[in-house]
């Protein structure tokens, strides 16, 4: 598939009904140079999530946790915000009579 700003450069330089760009200029189009993903550390998540820094500061058999088992564990968990949204709905039905 190609990336919306590549096609949106090929269309724009290249009319419909050509046969459009080679394989090399579609490359040079990309920006590759200092392009790196950053992923999230498992604190980031966990903040992201509502929960306090040390959190998943857990030792498992005597060690701290590998961070696959933190990301893991985030991924299984439910954000605090979105849980107590959940319960002001319930808590407002339970009060409505419903």
């Not at 200029?25 to 200092?34: D, G, L, S």
Request: with cysteine; charged share 20%; net charge positive.
């Amino acid at each position: 598939m190609v990336p919306e700003i590549v096609s949106q450069a090929m269309s724009a330089k290249w009319a419909k009904g050509s046969s459009g760009p080679s394989g090399d200029e579609v490359a040079n189009m990309i920006p590759t140079q200092n392009m790196a993903v950053r992923r999230l550390t498992p604190t980031e998540c966990a903040r992201l999530q509502g929960f306090p820094d040390d959190y998943l500061d857990i030792i498992h058999r005597g060690k701290p946790a590998a961070d696959g088992n933190k990301y893991k564990a985030l991924g299984n968990s439910f954000a605090t915000t979105v849980v107590a949204w959940i319960g002001r709905q319930i808590e407002k039905a339970v009060e409505g009579g419903l």
